[in-house]
């Protein structure tokens, strides 16, 4: 019976380009294998035998290339709504090169030793006018106008080599081509730790035409931190700018990067420009007031009220600071910016201090901690630019005094310190709170 059964089915083989073949193994036959004591493991084996022979002997497979179209003889890239397609038909399997030969010989490739497995579908290539090319600088181009040859190469694992080609004709007029002209990327080192010295690199360059724009920087582990993405610009002068880190803000390690500019016009030519970038002292600064003392709580009015402060950096990387220097006395009545003429006026961000600021005290942001000094014990004429700036180093705990002439007739006052980087903000705010009692 299970015989019988198995004599109602069709044993079906197909291959990629051989027409389905069906074996219908005849139900007396194989009544008398069975008849005959055969096992259904030796009547497997038969039929086994016999598609195997069908294989050999019924399918011998199409051309290794067959032929090869164009969907038109003549193609203008910038005014065709559609690509190009090129087909060709490929018998067996085979590696498939396909390139574009101008007038002088020189050749594009398309595809290159591409495996394609016998198909009884053509392939089909769509080809939009560009090539790429060997230029380092010039990455794809839209051909010109003129006479080419499409020719496609077929070849078998057993060697077999096939080639066809085919006439093609670019007309119409070859537009500008995009470029990445005057690319200056300054400075060729940073340093990004918000120190405000060299943080930022910038990016210029004039586009000739307009252009869609990446800009990628690529660090020596092969990380790619991208600056710019698929930014439509036109034809003028450009500026960006990048940090030194990830889009998330992580900050990356020192070391040589490669950056790179690309611009990419509507028709697909691309050109791309690259160089190198340098990234130093990399860090975050941090910083922490690990003691404050206000003394003495209970003054005169005309008093001075003295600030002692001890800060350490507790970060990986130098803090810039500068600002009356420590021991500096200030009154209730002036503001740090008013010191000298100005002279420790907030710089551009980056630069640390420390501050004192009373409850009462309504200004807000830039008005708030009136009174600021340095973080450095030494006079300004010792300081690393004296004078100018000092830094405090990491791992280094500095003792800052600071005074000030209660001249506000308030019976009390809530003096408060706190820990400031101009531009930035207040990294540490309201600390170390303490009540000072003025008597008239």
């Given at each position: 019976?299970?015989?019988?059964?198995m004599?109602?089915?069709?044993?079906?083989?197909?291959?990629?380009?051989?027409?389905?073949?069906?074996?219908?193994?005849?139900?007396?036959?194989?009544?008398?294998?069975?008849?005959?004591?055969?096992?259904?493991?030796?009547?497997?084996?038969?039929?086994?035998l016999?598609?195997?022979?069908?294989?050999?002997?019924?399918?011998?497979?199409?051309?290794?290339?067959?032929?090869?179209?164009?969907?038109?003889?003549?193609?203008?890239?910038?005014?065709?709504?559609?690509?190009?397609?090129?087909?060709?038909?490929?018998?067996?399997?085979?590696?498939?090169?396909?390139?574009?030969?101008?007038?002088?010989?020189?050749?594009?490739?398309?595809?290159?030793?591409?495996?394609?497995?016998?198909?009884?579908?053509?392939?089909?290539?769509?080809?939009?006018?560009?090539?790429?090319?060997?230029?380092?600088?010039?990455?794809?181009?839209?051909?010109?106008?003129?006479?080419?040859?499409?020719?496609?190469?077929?070849?078998?694992?057993?060697?077999?080599?096939?080639?066809?080609?085919?006439?093609?004709?670019?007309?119409?007029?070859?537009?500008?081509?995009?470029?990445?002209?005057?690319?200056?990327?300054?400075?060729?080192?940073?340093?990004?730790?918000?120190?405000?010295?060299?943080?930022?690199?910038?990016?210029?360059?004039?586009?000739?035409?307009?252009?869609?724009?990446?800009?990628?920087?690529?660090?020596?582990?092969?990380?790619?931190?991208?600056?710019?993405?698929?930014?439509?610009?036109?034809?003028?002068?450009?500026?960006?700018v990048?940090?030194?880190?990830?889009?998330?803000?992580?900050?990356?390690?020192?070391?040589?990067?490669?950056?790179?500019?690309?611009?990419?016009?509507?028709?697909?030519?691309?050109?791309?420009?690259?160089?190198?970038?340098?990234?130093?002292?990399?860090g975050?600064?941090?910083?922490?007031?690990?003691?404050?003392?206000?003394?003495?709580?209970?003054?005169m009015?005309?008093?001075?009220?003295?600030?002692?402060?001890?800060?350490?950096?507790?970060?990986?990387?130098?803090?810039?600071?500068?600002?009356?220097?420590?021991?500096?006395?200030?009154?209730?009545?002036?503001?740090?910016?008013?010191?000298?003429?100005?002279?420790?006026t907030?710089?551009?961000?980056?630069?640390?201090?420390?501050?004192?600021?009373?409850?009462?005290?309504?200004g807000?942001?830039?008005?708030?901690?009136?009174?600021?000094?340095a973080?450095?014990?030494?006079?300004?004429?010792?300081?690393?630019?004296?004078?100018?700036?000092?830094?405090?180093?990491?791992?280094?705990?500095?003792?800052?005094?600071?005074?000030?002439q209660?001249?506000?007739?308030?019976?009390?006052?809530?003096?408060?310190?706190?820990?400031?980087?101009?531009?930035?903000?207040?990294?540490?705010?309201?600390?170390?709170?303490?009540?000072?009692?003025?008597?008239?």
């Amino acid at each position: 019976m299970m015989i019988y059964g198995m004599c109602e089915q069709k044993i079906k083989l197909r291959q990629r380009v051989c027409a389905p073949v069906e074996l219908l193994v005849g139900c007396t036959a194989m009544q008398v294998l069975g008849q005959r004591t055969y096992g259904i493991r030796a009547l497997l084996v038969a039929v086994g035998l016999v598609l195997a022979a069908l294989l050999l002997t019924g399918c011998s497979g199409g051309p290794l290339l067959g032929a090869v179209t164009a969907s038109a003889a003549s193609y203008a890239p910038v005014e065709a709504a559609r690509p190009l397609t090129i087909s060709y038909a490929v018998g067996r399997d085979a590696k498939v090169t396909i390139y574009v030969r101008d007038g002088a010989g020189t050749r594009y490739n398309l595809r290159q030793a591409q495996v394609r497995p016998a198909s009884a579908s053509a392939y089909a290539l769509r080809f939009d006018g560009t090539v790429p090319t060997a230029d380092p600088v010039v990455l794809r181009r839209l051909l010109p106008p003129g006479a080419y040859q499409v020719v496609v190469v077929a070849e078998g694992a057993d060697g077999q080599r096939v080639e066809r080609s085919l006439p093609l004709t670019i007309t119409g007029t070859a537009p500008p081509m995009p470029d990445v002209a005057n690319l200056r990327v300054t400075p060729a080192t940073i340093s990004p730790n918000a120190d405000a010295i060299d943080d930022i690199a910038e990016f210029t360059y004039r586009l000739p035409v307009s252009a869609t724009v990446d800009i990628n920087v690529t660090a020596p582990t092969g990380e790619v931190i991208p600056v710019v993405t698929r930014e439509e610009e036109g034809p003028f002068e450009q500026h960006h700018v990048w940090n030194g880190k990830r889009p998330n803000g992580s900050l990356l390690s020192a070391g040589v990067y490669t950056y790179t500019v690309r611009a990419a016009d509507p028709l697909g030519t691309v050109v791309r420009r690259e160089g190198q970038l340098t990234l130093a002292g990399v860090g975050q600064p941090e910083a922490r007031i690990v003691a404050a003392y206000i003394a003495p709580q209970r003054v005169m009015l005309g008093d001075v009220v003295t600030v002692t402060l001890r800060v350490r950096n507790t970060g990986t990387v130098p803090i810039r600071t500068y600002g009356p220097p420590s021991g500096y006395q200030y009154s209730t009545d002036t503001v740090f910016s008013s010191v000298e003429g100005g002279q420790y006026t907030a710089q551009a961000g980056g630069f640390w201090r420390v501050g004192v600021d009373w409850d009462a005290n309504s200004g807000g942001g830039a008005k708030r901690y009136p009174f600021r000094w340095a973080l450095s014990a030494r006079p300004p004429a010792q300081w690393a630019t004296p004078g100018v700036e000092d830094f405090l180093r990491p791992g280094e705990e500095v003792e800052v005094v600071g005074r000030i002439q209660i001249l506000q007739r308030e019976t009390k006052l809530g003096f408060y310190v706190g820990l400031i980087q101009d531009g930035v903000g207040f990294f540490q705010d309201r600390t170390a709170r303490t009540i000072v009692e003025v008597g008239f």
